[in-house]
DNA sequence: TTTCAAAGAGACCGAACGTTCTACCTCTCG
DNA sequence: CGAGAGGTAGAACGTTCGGTCTCTTTGAAA
C-alpha cells in the first residue's frame, strides 16, 4: 500500500477548486497554501512550483474526465446511447453547482504560448477526447468518422464555454439539439440501420 | 474636430495586441507602457487603471466586430447569404494570422466574476451578438429564430475556441458544414422558400 | 506672449508575487 | 535506538505588481 501524502492531497484539491473557479494567475500560492493549511515549504517538497502545480490540477481533472466518459459509455446499450451518454454528461456538469466552464479551454486562455506545459497539457487531453469521439461514431458505424466527431467536439466546446456565461438549461438544450440533428443526419445519409 | 491623443490610440493599440496575444493577467502595465512608449503617469491620465484599459481594449474589439458583422449583413444579398457572410467573417478571423481565439471568451475566462466590469463588458457584446443573429434568422422567415440562433452562435462559440488549438482549416470546415447543415435544417422543417 | 493642458522622465510606494531558507517537530521503518 | 523522510513554522529573498508622486518639456490656442 502506497501512502499518499495527506498534504499533497489538501494541496491539490483546494489548487483544483481555486484554479477553477477563480482562475489560475489570479490566485497565488499563499492563498492556495493558505486554504490547504499547508506551509509553503510542503508545497515546494511535492511541487517543483506552481507551474507544476498547474499542470497537477489539469491532469486531476482529466483523469475525473476520463473516469466518467468511460463509465458513461461502457454502460450504454448501443453506440448512439454512447454519444447521447457523452452529452448527458455533458448538460450533467454544465447545470452543476459552480460550473465555470471547461478547465482546459479556461487554462489555455491564460496560457497561450503553445510550448508552455500547461498548453501542451490541455492540448494532450483534447486529443484522447477527440479521439475517443470518433471511436464512438466509428461504432456507429460511420466509415469516416471524424466529420461528426468534430462537430460534436464544436457543439461540446461552444456549450461548455457558454454555459457559464447564459442561462445553463439553454445552452443545455441548445446542444442536445444540436446532437440529435447530428446523429440524424448521419444516419439518414450514411444509412446504416442503428 | 476633436483632437484625439496620439498616446492614448499608442497605448489602447498595444494593449489590444498585447492582451490579446499574451493574455491579459500575463502583462503588467510596465510592459504596455514601455511597448506603447509612454510613461506611466500618461497612462494613469488617460485611465484610472489596468482595469479600465481592459474594458477599454474590450470595447475597441467589439467595436470592430460590429463593424465588420454590419458590412457583412448589409452586403449580403439574402436572409440566408447574411448569415454565411457572417460565417465567412468568422471563418476569415480564424484563418488570420495570430489568431488567439475570440477575446471576449477569453477575457472571460480570465475574469469569472460576473459581477466584474470586464466580464460584465464581455456579456454586453455577447448579449449584441445573439440578437443580431437572432435578427437574422428572423429575416430568414423564422418564426422562432431563438433556437437556429442559439445553435449558430454555440458553433461559432466552439469555432472560435477550437481555432487556435487545433487546426484551424479542418476546424473552419466543421463550422461552415454545421452552419450549412442548420440552414437547410431549417428551410427543410420551416419551410418559407428562400 | 502668456497660458495651460498634454506628455515625458523617473523616483517612489506598499503589497503581492514565486521561491528559498533555517530550525524544529514527529512519525515510521530498519 | 537511531536515522531519515515528511511535516510545521516563519523569516527572508529579489522581483514585479498596480499606482502615485514631482518636476520638466512641449506645443498650440488665447
Redesign the interface.
Given at each position: 500500500m502506497v501512502k499518499v501524502s495527506e498534504a499533497r492531497l489538501r494541496l491539490l484539491g483546494t489548487a483544483t477548486r481555486v484554479f477553477y473557479?477563480?482562475?489560475i494567475?489570479?490566485v497565488g500560492i499563499d492563498r492556495i497554501v493558505a486554504e490547504a493549511q499547508v506551509t509553503r515549504a510542503t508545497l515546494y517538497r511535492h511541487f517543483t512550483g506552481k507551474e507544476e502545480l498547474v499542470v497537477a490540477y489539469l491532469e486531476s481533472v482529466a483523469q475525473l474526465e476520463r473516469d466518467q466518459l468511460d463509465h458513461a459509455i461502457t454502460s450504454a446499450a448501443s453506440p448512439a446511447d454512447s454519444i447521447r451518454a457523452v452529452a448527458r454528461s455533458i448538460t450533467t456538469a454544465i447545470t452543476s453547482d459552480g460550473f465555470?466552464?471547461c478547465a482546459f479551454?479556461?487554462a489555455?486562455?491564460?496560457?497561450?504560448d503553445p510550448d508552455h506545459p500547461v498548453h501542451q497539457a490541455?492540448?494532450a487531453h483534447?486529443n484522447w477526447f477527440?479521439t475517443t469521439i470518433a471511436t464512438l461514431f466509428s461504432d456507429l458505424g460511420d466509415a469516416n468518422p471524424q466529420?461528426p466527431a468534430?462537430?460534436f467536439?464544436?457543439?461540446?466546446?461552444?456549450?461548455m464555454?457558454?454555459g457559464?456565461?447564459?442561462n445553463p438549461e439553454?445552452?443545455c438544450n441548445?446542444?442536445v439539439?444540436?446532437v440529435e440533428?447530428l446523429l440524424n443526419?448521419r444516419t439518414a445519409t450514411t444509412a446504416k440501420p442503428a
Open positions: 473557479t477563480e482562475g494567475h489570479s465555470r466552464g479551454l479556461n489555455a486562455a491564460e496560457y497561450p490541455v492540448l483534447r477527440a466529420p468534430r462537430h467536439v464544436m457543439l461540446r466546446d461552444g456549450a464555454t457558454a457559464c456565461l447564459t439553454e445552452v441548445t446542444f439539439r444540436g440533428g443526419y
